[in-house]
C-alpha cells in the first residue's frame, strides 16, 4: 500500500505543535521550569490561551512533551558520536561520554529539566532508559559498545548472586530488547552511567566550582579511568 501525504490540517497541527514547544523551550531558557506558560506561548503566538488546548490539554503535557523532544536531542547527539567514532567500542564510549557532556554543559537548563530535580506541578516525566520509555534510545548505543567489549574480553564485575538481587527487575525489560544480555553488561552499564552522570550533574549545576577551574581535565581522567577497567583503553 502506498503511504498517504499528510493532509493540509495535519500539517499545520504538527507546525503548530512544533511552534508551541519551540515557544516552551525559549520560556525554559530564560526563566526555567516555572517561566512555562501556555498563556505567556498563546500571547507570544498570538493565539488565544483556550486555543492552545486544543494542541496540549495541561501544561504538564506541554512539559513532558518538550522532555521528550530534549531527550531524543541528547540521544541523537550522542549516537552520532558513536558513529563517528568508528567500530572500535572504547573509542565509542568515550565519544559518547564526550557528547553527553558538551550537550548538557552547552544546554544547562535543558539539561536540568531532563536529568534534574522534579518539576513542581508536573508528575513523573517517564524518561527512564528501558524499554518502552523516551530514554531507551539514549542507551542503546552505550549497551551496544559493552556488549562488544564483554564478547572480546569479559572484566571483573561483583559476584552474580549480587547482581541478580538486586538487578532482577532492571535485567527483563533489558533483555526483551537487547536478547539474552548479560548481567555482567547490564551491571557495567548502570555503573558506567552512575559515574557520566554525576561527573556531568556536578559540573552543569556549579558543585565542583570549590575544587576545580577546569571540570573537563577530571572528566578526562574518569574517562581514562572506566576504560581501563573494562578493558577498552584505545590504542
Not at 501556555?38 to 486555543?51: E, F, K, Q, S, V
Not at 544546554?107 to 523516551?134: Q, S, T
Not at 552522570?197 to 549545576?205: I, P, Q
Request: glycine share 8%; net charge negative.
Amino acid at each position: 500500500m502506498t503511504a498517504t501525504s499528510p493532509s493540509r490540517r495535519e500539517r499545520l497541527r504538527t507546525a503548530t505543535v512544533s511552534e508551541i514547544k519551540e515557544g516552551a523551550r525559549k520560556l525554559l531558557v530564560t526563566g526555567g521550569p516555572p517561566a512555562i506558560s501556555l498563556r505567556a506561548i498563546a500571547r507570544d503566538m498570538g493565539m488565544t490561551a483556550p486555543a492552545i488546548y486544543r494542541y496540549f490539554p495541561s501544561l504538564e503535557a506541554l512539559v513532558i512533551a518538550l522532555a521528550e523532544d530534549l531527550m531524543a536531542e541528547v540521544a541523537a547527539v550522542v549516537a552520532e558520536a558513536s558513529d563517528a567514532a568508528g567500530e572500535d567500542p572504547g573509542r565509542q564510549l568515550a565519544a559518547m561520554a564526550r557528547a553527553y557532556r558538551a550537550w548538557a554543559v552547552a544546554n544547562p537548563v535543558e539539561f536540568g529539566l531532563v536529568f534534574g530535580a522534579a518539576v513542581p506541578g508536573v508528575g513523573d516525566l517517564g524518561l527512564e532508559c528501558l524499554p518502552d520509555d523516551p530514554g531507551a534510545d539514549l542507551g542503546r548505543p552505550y549497551l551496544a559498545a559493552f556488549l562488544k567489549l564483554w564478547q572480546r574480553k569479559p572484566w571483573p564485575t561483583p559476584p552474580r548472586e549480587y547482581m541478580l538481587e538486586h538487578l532482577g527487575p532492571y535485567l527483563g525489560p533489558l533483555r526483551e530488547v537487547h536478547g539474552d544480555l548479560p548481567i555482567e553488561v547490564a551491571y557495567t552499564f548502570l555503573s558506567g552511567w552512575a559515574r557520566l552522570y554525576g561527573m556531568v550533574a556536578m559540573e552543569v549545576f556549579h558543585q565542583v566550582r570549590w575544587a576545580l577551574t577546569k571540570p573537563e581535565a577530571l572528566f578526562e581522567a574518569e574517562i581514562v579511568q572506566f576504560l581501563s577497567q573494562v578493558g577498552a583503553l584505545p590504542e
